[in-house]
């Protein structure tokens, strides 16, 4: 039995060794296989940890890097606004990892390996629309590129690192061009479609404080109102870029305003100092105008005009011209006129000129009215008579003339009542018959001074009347002060602001050109050569932007371009801490007081030195802009506003509309720009009139820097992402 | 007759295979746990980087809002979750819902999340806040007590920055 079995002994220990070999190759693949999915968890886990603490890591990064951005002084601020478009490295010096972070660090047990890198990258300059041309110097000034970090850590043993890539851009905080100007109206045409009568809303204001006459016509009551007065900021009056610009457009549609004039020559609010002796095209002499007698009145007592006296070709025999500015003291019902012991009125001594027709048929009340833009303030004249004043150096741009009227005696011995008006007539070549002496002894002859003057140099005239415009253009009074000198208004041709920025076409094609936004496009598209490229944020709200901009007690920051959909209320802003920049509205905008720290419950004394101090150290970069984008109008809860441009324009404007309008007025005080299509001087004139008190505005000086104060915006999304478990040699 | 096995024979290499058998069942229910507790563990992983970065992706004041709300519910069954059930109501999944649920009520049955938030404070109030995403599963579906959990933890920065 034994022998049959021993053969086989061997199988079963063969069997029993297979069958343990395969259990061990079984149990050692599985136990691989459970060691592999324990490695493989760990490493997801890990990797998820992570990359997530190199995002915060990241992010905090962004986070220091943009505050600094933004703050003046420090070394990534002048990185971005480096003017070449090149590639550039960005230090964080002394990075300290926010407390959060440093947490987080701890609890993981993670270490931060190396510096993380921060370059600028991949900058291009944003694009103008046609009109605007900006220098050299200023293109790059706006940006745009993306912001590349990179930062390693070592967790685990392991080295973990990531790369992002965030798109930032650089914009200016006020709007190219229009922060140049004070006061920028490029459709007011719309509210002079005639200068005179009914079509006329801009020459509406009574003189001496708008107080005058006493007993005004019922359909004049509500020209009692307040002119709107553009003070020149002091201190700056001589500077001609930062006494702030004014436009007044159409740009090729002649804007008349009436020169107030008082019977004294110095009156209250009087703009006759706005005509230069030198404009008198046949006074050779004289550099200033005096207060001397021009005619004779009834009782034989001499009627002293502002005037100047020229001689003419034969000794003793002068041509007296005295300029007359609108003010109740010329109309012919004033009792303390200056006609009213007068045998003449100004009928007779402007005769047939068509303008002066035109005013006083159209409006009885026309020569009293003067206009109720106060370009250069309410009277700069100085007290001193003997020095020649040539008004601050504010340029009127547009074809905006001054309307007042001269008129013109001619005295030689012998003269009856004193002299002989020279009136208006058509023919500039005109010839006077000769002029009876005294009791018609002898006759004298009216002969100009020089060959080639002409009657027409002299005789009484409306002058910039708006009827003669095409024959005596060269006449009319321009009302910028360089014009008066080349006698042709100032166009976009001579806009030259200090930071080096043209116009390569009209002002009013600026409006529509800069604040266009397409719909179909997204904001901060940089292709894209409008304000819309230069959107950083938009809010859904303005419960957003508040959030975002802060209360406006502790501080108040814009910084860039932002765009707020809906409308925008805001209350009171206070705070000293502005950070400035455009605010952009969909639709209606309300704002209340922006005060700055100053304290207006202080006596006018005191609060008009503090004033003045505080807006001539305002920076550019604290200067808020507000634009209604829908033209709808922008309300002025409070009526004290500093450092503000407010800018209210839209393409479709055809009528008069008010675009800005202050609410509950007190006594407005405005420090900044306001550019709107139409002020809608009508409405305004009242406006200010509730105030009981002349309205203050004046320009920033800040406004008009050479060099554009600029914002970074460093974007809330990423371009860009690479998360690397291992060490990355770039 | 001699050159067959005996029912001897067979009984023992019967008995010598089921000894042998043993461990290797052993280790195959072994492993099985271990893919199925695998498997599970990746799908929290998941979970809890879905939660988070779906919470990172919100505009500052509405992730720190949503986080607070989720912050209040402590622990929350993952099928509550507010985006998979808006999901499933949407019109595209209609005819499919039924299946959809019973699918994800089969995978995430036994999951939670907890989310949790710490402010910055001082300097760094109200413009960063610390999220941490948290998820416990059951290992073993039966047992309660063979819970696990994860969690994940991730600064959220205001983006204005």
Request: proline share 7%; with cysteine.
């Amino acid at each position: 039995m034994f022998t049959g079995f021993r053969p086989q002994r061997g199988t079963i220990t063969v069997i029993l060794l297979g069958l343990i070999s395969v259990i061990v190759v079984f149990a050692f693949s599985i136990s691989r296989r459970l060691s592999s999915h324990t490695q493989l968890l760990t490493v997801g886990d890990h990797t998820q940890i992570a990359r997530y603490f190199l995002e915060s890591y990241a992010g905090d990064l962004l986070r220091q890097v943009a505050a600094q951005a933004n703050t003046d002084g420090s070394e990534i601020h002048t990185a971005f606004r480096r003017p070449d478009a090149g590639d550039a490295a960005l230090t964080l010096p002394s990075y300290k990892p926010n407390s959060l972070l440093s947490e987080l660090q701890k609890e993981l047990g993670i270490e931060f390996t190396g510096t993380p890198k921060i370059g600028i990258r991949g900058v291009k300059p944003l694009l103008y629309p046609e009109v605007v041309q900006p220098p050299e110097t200023l293109r790059g000034t706006e940006k745009h590129g993306y912001l590349s970090v990179s930062c390693s850590i070592r967790f685990n043993k392991k080295p973990y690192y990531i790369s992002l890539r965030v798109p930032f851009m650089v914009t200016m905080r006020m709007t190219p061009v229009l922060r140049e100007f004070v006061l920028f109206c490029d459709r007011i045409h719309l509210e002079q479609q005639r200068p005179y009568g009914s079509q006329d809303r801009i020459n509406i204001t009574f003189t001496k404080d708008s107080d005058h006459p006493k007993d005004v016509p019922p359909a004049y009551s509500a020209y009692k109102g307040q002119p709107w007065i553009l003070w020149p900021t002091p201190g700056f009056e001589t500077d001609r870029n930062r006494c702030g610009r004014v436009f007044l457009g159409a740009d090729d549609r002649p804007i008349y305003l009436n020169l107030a004039g008082e019977k004294n020559f110095q009156g209250f609010m009087s703009d006759l100092w706005q005509v230069f002796p030198e404009w008198i095209k046949v006074n050779k002499a004289g550099t200033k105008f005096q207060l001397q007698p021009i005619f004779l009145d009834t009782t034989g007592k001499a009627i002293s005009l502002r005037g100047i006296d020229v001689p003419l070709k034969f000794r003793n025999h002068l041509a007296k011209i005295g300029i007359l500015g609108f003010c109740h003291e010329i109309t012919p019902d004033a009792d303390d006129g200056l006609f009213a012991n007068s045998s003449r009125d100004l009928r007779d001594i402007m005769g047939p000129d068509p303008a002066f027709q035109a005013l006083v048929n159209e409006n009885p009340q026309a020569l009293a009215l003067a206009s109720s833009l106060k370009l250069f303030g309410k009277n700069g004249e100085p007290a001193d008579p003997d020095n020649p004043y040539y008004g601050p150096a504010r340029e009127v741009f547009g074809k905006v003339f001054g309307r007042f009227l001269m008129i013109t005696f001619f005295e030689y011995p012998s003269a009856q009542g004193g002299g002989q008006p020279l009136p208006y007539n058509p023919n500039s070549a005109f010839v006077p018959p000769p002029f009876a002496t005294f009791n018609n002894v002898s006759e004298v002859t009216f002969e100009p001074a020089e060959p080639g003057q002409r009657y027409g140099d002299y005789m009484s005239r409306v002058v910039s009347g708006g009827l003669d415009v095409a024959a005596a253009a060269d006449s009319y009074l321009c009302v910028n002060p360089e014009s008066k000198k080349t006698r042709r208004p100032f166009g976009f041709t001579e806009f030259a602001p200090a930071d080096g920025t043209r116009l390569k076409g009209r002002f009013d094609a600026f409006g529509p050109a800069w604040f266009s936004i397409d719909p179909k496009k997204k904001a901060g598209d940089p292709l894209l050569p409008t304000v819309q490229s230069r959107i950083s944020r938009t809010f859904p709200n303005q419960a957003a932007f508040l959030k975002y901009a802060g209360d406006g007690k502790t501080t108040f920051r814009v910084d860039g371009v932002v765009y707020v959909k809906g409308d925008l209320t805001l209350g009171d802003i206070t705070a000293t801490d502005v950070r400035g920049g455009v605010v952009l509205v969909e639709k209606e905008i309300r704002l209340g007081n922006i005060t700055r720290g100053i304290d207006f419950s202080q006596p006018e004394k005191a609060l008009i030195p503090e004033l003045t101090k505080k807006i001539a150290e305002l920076k550019q970069d604290e200067l808020l802009t507000f634009v209604s984008l829908s033209g709808r109008p922008i309300k002025l809860a409070g009526d004290k506003q500093v450092g503000v441009q407010l800018v209210s324009m839209s393409p479709t404007v055809g009528v008069p509309c008010t675009q800005i309008t202050w609410e509950a007025i007190k006594r407005p005080v405005f420090c900044g720009g306001i550019a709107v299509n139409t002020p809608n001087m009508a409405e305004r004139v009242r406006e200010f009139g509730r105030a009981g008190a002349d309205p203050i505005f004046f320009y920033v000086p800040a406004m008009a820097d050479p060099k554009p104060s600029t914002s970074v915006c460093i974007r809330p999304f990423m371009a860009g992402y690479r998360l690397s478990i291992d060490e990355v040699k770039e | 007759m001699n050159r067959g096995m005996s029912m001897i024979e067979i009984l023992v290499g019967l008995v010598i295979f089921s000894l042998a058998m043993v461990p290797l069942l052993s280790f195959s229910f072994t492993t099985t746990r271990g893919t199925h507790s695998v498997g599970k563990h990746m799908m929290a992983g998941q979970l809890a980087a879905s939660l988070m970065d779906r919470l990172l992706a919100k505009p500052y004041d509405e992730a720190l809002t949503q986080a607070k709300e989720l912050a209040a519910k402590r622990w929350t069954d993952a099928l509550e979750d507010p985006l998979l059930v808006s999901m499933l109501g949407h019109s595209a999944l209609a005819g499919h819902k039924s299946e959809i649920e019973q699918d994800l009520r089969k995978s995430f049955r036994f999951f939670q999340t907890k989310v949790s938030v710490k402010e910055g404070s001082g300097e760094e109030a109200d413009r960063m806040f610390l999220l941490t995403v948290e998820v416990s599963w059951r290992v073993d579906d039966g047992s309660e007590k063979s819970r696990q959990s994860l969690d994940l933890k991730a600064i959220k920065y205001r983006e204005d920055l």
